[in-house]
């Protein structure tokens, strides 16, 4: 059973980094056949897909082009975990954020999430 | 403002079919397969159909779902009170190289 454990601060001043850590087990993140992915849910932005990392042969990633600035996802395939970096957070940075899984199975589809960390942007 | 368009309520009585539509356009719902999440309160999104039209393991039947051109629709028939969450429609989008959420549609079971 693949799960995904999430771990990281629930406070960030602004200006400072967000970094969260998803913890994987029952798979490999650098499986071929799946793609580990950060998204965030708040009020007032709803469901948003920050980007993903995955392995074929080699390491690709892609991010959402209204933060291609400020992130990074990266892979630790030693503690099979994948991590996000999201620099010079505002309030409006304030969101649950979830990792999860897409597997390639015909089409793409997140299958699973991590718990969820609510991370608040302030002082 | 988000990508896909969803209607934000939606409502039935138990027994009722009910259909939430989730509208969208040529790079995302017309290029691609379209996956349904249930969210209840606090709790991650679980997914209910995949690639369209397919349930996991452990949906139960009276979900269901379709596509046709840029729009996607999910059913729910025998509505039941536990059905009562919110639902989100999620694509891929080629232009953006990324994926795309609805806005959601919060189901009320009255």
Redesign the interface.
């Known amino acids: 059973q693949v799960q995904l454990q999430q771990s990281g601060p629930g406070l960030v001043k602004p200006s400072q980094t967000l970094s969260l850590t998803c913890a994987i087990s029952g798979d490999s993140v650098s499986s071929n056949s799946a793609a580990w992915?950060w998204?965030r849910q708040s009020p007032s932005r709803?469901?948003?897909?920050l980007?993903r990392t995955y392995y074929r042969s080699k390491w690709y990633n892609?991010?959402?082009?209204s933060l291609k600035d400020r992130i990074i996802i990266n892979a630790d395939t030693a503690k099979d975990h994948f991590s996000l970096h999201l620099t010079s957070v505002t309030p409006e940075d304030t969101a649950v954020y979830?990792c999860t899984r897409a597997v390639a199975?015909?089409?793409?589809?997140?299958?699973r999430?991590?718990?969820?960390t609510l991370v608040t942007v302030s002082s | 403002q988000s990508v896909l368009t969803q209607p934000p309520s939606a409502s039935g009585t138990p027994g009722q079919r009910v259909t939430i539509s989730c509208s969208g356009s040529s790079s995302n719902i017309g290029a691609n397969t379209v996956n349904w999440y249930q969210q209840f309160p606090g709790t991650a999104p679980k997914l209910v159909i995949y690639i369209n039209n397919l349930r996991p393991s452990g949906v139960p039947d009276r979900f269901s779902g379709s596509k046709s051109g840029t729009s996607a629709s999910l059913a729910i028939s025998g509505l039941q009170s536990e059905d009562e969450a919110d639902y989100y429609c999620v694509a891929w989008d080629d232009s953006l190289n990324g994926w795309v959420f609805g806005g959601g549609t919060k189901l009320t079971v009255l």
């Open positions: 992915n998204i709803g469901l948003e897909w980007g892609d991010y959402a082009v979830y199975d015909g089409a793409h589809y997140f299958d999430w991590g718990q969820g």
